[in-house]
């Protein structure tokens, strides 16, 4: 059962929701505001001018999401790929060099590939659980190091710590996109790391309505190019969707306890089915990445995948024959969802070194009660 033991689960409540001292509301007011009234030509109250540079609500969000991953800074962004954007804008000049985990979101790849390396960027995927790859990534400069872990879809668990010191010996920026663990379960600072993104559309939000992204950092500099970014380039997090956020992040601990403990036992489910060939899971004592990620992790996650036996056609009926599990894109909501991510999520690498087979199915697994997730899951494994 994954424990909380350093006020994790209070600082979501608590951090940057201070109650309105106008009225005590004890939930912080939504500032649906473009602009500020000043008291005099540039006398501003409390540094708030026009809701692009700086909105109330969008601060207590940055504050409580700095403090989540135990960073000083956040800033928020339309989109996680809006943050991831902003990001590479604030940091890469061109001919600097990127080395991008092979089993990173394709959508981070595609941003990487699509825009960043028209403009100079030197772009190399790497396997970041292969030692010799890592090795030979590190032969030529490194600007900027970009992990994910668990990986999507394929939960590949690679060493923040270990990675975070090789890259800083390099002199190579650190970056962790945290979204499928969520700062309940790791924080990759405290590893090493120089920044952490999020899509906040998943775990942090917590309840799929909303978009929305996030890079915290604890490097001053890093931080002040990010927000100058945010402010020249404007990709904000408006006032109600940061407010949305902010509200779903005060059940982040007991959401991802949930998450994790029937991501658990559908990993269990699986394992033992006869239709499934494997289970990607980091949780289980077989995963080649259990013992990293028990020593860095303090809970396995709600995301599983499994490679159905057969092929395409097996995948996609298990895709399209559950009830609970709604077919559809995304992660990281209550309710559970299913999908295809050759055809859906990683359709845009197909073909590339980051293809996922297509054999593959990912899981969400949300916290509806056990029981029901499980039922659906055997009456659809029963049926393809
Ligand atoms: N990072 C990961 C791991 C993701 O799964 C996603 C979206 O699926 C993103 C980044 C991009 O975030 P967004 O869809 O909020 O732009």
Redesign the pocket.
Same mark, same amino acid.
Request: charged letters at 20%; glycine letters at 18%; aromatic letters at 10%.
């Given at each position: 059962m994954t424990s909380y033991d350093d006020g994790f689960a209070t600082r979501a409540i608590h951090a940057g929701q201070a109650p309105d001292p106008s009225t005590g509301s004890i939930v912080p007011p939504i500032h649906q505001t473009s602009t500020f009234i000043q008291d005099g030509v540039g006398t501003l109250r409390n540094g708030y001018e026009y809701g692009r540079s700086g909105n109330p609500t969008r601060t207590s969000l940055e504050v409580q999401v700095a403090a989540l991953e135990l960073g000083t800074h956040a800033s928020a962004f339309s989109?996680? #790929?809006?943050a991831?954007d902003a990001l590479l804008r604030a940091v890469l000049v061109p001919g600097d060099r990127v080395v991008l985990g092979d089993d990173a979101?394709g959508? @981070?790849h595609r941003l990487m590939s699509r825009l960043h390396v028209p403009l100079g960027v030197v772009l190399d995927t790497v396997d970041l659980t292969s030692s010799a790859a890592i090795d030979a990534a590190f032969a030529a400069p490194v600007k900027l190091l970009w992990l994910?872990t668990p990986t999507?879809p394929l939960m590949k668990i690679v060493d923040i710590e270990a990675l975070a010191s090789r890259g800083r010996a390099a002199g190579a920026l650190v970056v962790v996109?945290n @979204?499928?663990a969520s700062p309940a379960l790791q924080q990759p600072l405290t590893l090493g790391a120089h920044v952490v993104v999020h899509?906040a @559309?998943?775990y942090l939000g917590g309840h799929s309505d909303i978009? $929305? $992204?996030v890079v915290v950092t604890s490097d001053d500099e890093i931080a002040e190019q990010v927000a100058f970014l945010q402010f020249a380039a404007g990709a904000v997090l408006a006032p109600f969707e940061s407010w949305l956020l902010t509200r779903g992040i005060k059940t982040l601990a007991v959401r991802m306890r949930q998450h994790s403990a029937n991501a658990a036992a559908i990993a269990e489910q699986l394992v033992a089915h006869p239709s499934i060939e494997r289970v990607y899971y980091p949780g289980l004592q077989d995963h080649p990445g259990h013992e990293v990620a028990a020593r860095q992790m303090r809970g396995f996650g709600g995301m599983v995948s499994v490679a159905v036996r057969g092929g395409r056609a097996e995948a996609l009926r298990l895709a399209e024959g559950t009830r609970l599990f709604s077919l559809a894109e995304? #992660?990281g909501g209550v309710e559970s969802l299913i999908g295809h991510p050759d055809s859906m @999520?990683h359709a845009s690498v197909r073909g590339t070194p980051l293809a996922v087979p297509e054999n593959v199915v990912r899981f969400s697994v949300g916290i509806e009660e056990l029981d029901d997730l499980q039922a659906d899951l055997a009456e659809a494994l029963g049926r393809i």
């Open positions: 989109s996680g #790929l809006a991831e979101y959508g @981070t994910e999507n996109d @979204t499928f899509s @559309t998943k978009i $929305g $992204g995304s #992660l @999520t």
